[in-house]
């Protein structure tokens, strides 16, 4: 069974522009999560969606947003990108809130 | 949130030797997964248990789920164990999603 992918791997922007992370669950998981990681931050909840409905966002401004399609594979962007952006974005997937959460290898952001 | 404190922070082994990892956190919850971040930043599944004890070879962890805390014992290191364990916490409530809380990790060091 294939695990979750995301792409791109590595990813170097600079200020001001945007950019479009995507994330490809495990095969019939329908629960997808976004987390950031920096070294200052640590690993922070960005949102969740589960049948294509955002149900639960973490606390970061309006200029990061997501969407999941109907083949459950997500995408998130983040808009007017700041150097405090750059961070390891990870995706996990799961069948369900209760159930175990897989993560993917991440997307490493570079904002210069 | 749910506050999750790992410890310690850092610890620095022996090859051959046994450890302890530590995990408490502030409130009831549905689901708690260990982790192993690999050097190139992808976390991989050590155990979900939100309760219980649980034994994978050399690793095996318990859940004190009334006391809220959990542990991660690590025997027979070996340099192939270095890495950032992370403890994840949810409260996995289905009507509202899914969030992850995060420690912010203990860094081990295996030197052969």
């Known amino acids: 069974k294939a695990g979750v992918t995301q792409t791109p791997r590595y990813l170097i922007k600079t200020r001001g522009q945007q950019v479009t992370l995507s994330c490809s669950p495990i095969s019939g998981h329908r629960s997808v999560s976004w987390y950031q990681q920096t070294p200052g931050q640590g690993l922070q909840f960005l949102f969740e969606?589960?049948?294509?409905?955002?149900?639960n966002k973490g606390n970061f401004p309006g200029r990061f947003s997501g969407r999941q399609f109907s083949n459950s594979r997500s995408e998130m962007n983040v808009s007017t990108l700041e150097l405090g952006d750059s961070a390891l974005y990870l995706c996990?997937?799961?069948?369900?809130?209760?159930?175990?959460?897989?993560f993917g290898p991440g997307t490493r952001l570079t904002v210069l | 949130g749910i506050q999750v404190e790992q410890s310690p922070p850092d610890l620095i082994l022996q090859e051959g030797a046994n450890s302890t990892l530590r995990c408490n956190f502030s409130d009831s919850v549905n689901n708690l997964q260990w982790f192993h971040q690999n050097p190139w930043g992808q976390l991989i599944n050590l155990f979900y248990?939100?309760?219980g004890t649980k034994q994978n070879g050399r690793l095996s962890a318990t859940t004190v789920a009334t006391e809220r805390y959990s542990l991660l014992y690590i025997s027979s290191s070996q340099t192939t164990d270095s890495g950032v364990y992370f403890c994840?916490?949810?409260?996995?409530?289905?009507?509202?999603?899914?969030?992850?809380?995060f420690g912010t990790g203990t860094s081990l060091t295996v030197i052969p």
């Open positions: 996990a997937s799961s069948l369900d809130p209760n159930n175990e959460q897989f």
């Open positions: 248990i939100p309760s």
């Open positions: 969606y589960f049948s294509e409905t955002q149900r």
């Open positions: 994840a916490v949810g409260e996995g409530i289905s009507n509202t999603g899914n969030q992850f809380y």
